[in-house]
């Protein structure tokens, strides 16, 4: 299994961008997938999660409401759909996917996409 992030760039605030996690592999159906986010000298923060179908999704609370995490089996693609942007959601986001329920217990995690929003 590998994790490629995209759709990362520079947004004024108020605005919107997708992320996009492809990936690679078997057993996309059977894996929690998630995503968090880190700012240089921080730690890596939790976003949102998505666990194997039916399950509901799960969100930090600074991004509920405007944040919504979407998984596509067919493309084997989770997607972040972000609006209302703030400039304190400026960091590298990341995806991560295991086996777990637990983002702590995650076997593979990709590069990571820069999302930059301006005030």
């Known amino acids: 299994v590998s994790l490629a992030e995209s759709g990362g760039g520079l947004v004024q605030a108020g605005g919107s961008l997708s992320l996009s996690c492809k990936v690679q592999g078997r057993f996309f159906d059977w894996l929690s997938i998630s995503w968090f986010r880190q700012v240089p000298g921080k730690a890596r923060d939790f976003v949102a999660q998505t666990n194997r179908p039916p399950s509901s999704p799960t969100y930090a609370d600074s991004v509920k409401g405007r944040f919504t995490i979407s998984r596509d089996s067919a493309k084997n693609t989770v997607t972040l759909q972000m609006n209302t942007l703030r400039p304190g959601d400026s960091a590298v986001y990341y995806c991560?996917?295991?086996?777990?329920?637990?983002?702590?217990?995650?076997?593979?995690w990709g590069q990571g996409t820069q999302v930059t929003v301006s005030s």
């Open positions: 991560g996917a295991g086996f777990s329920e637990s983002p702590q217990e995650y076997e593979w």
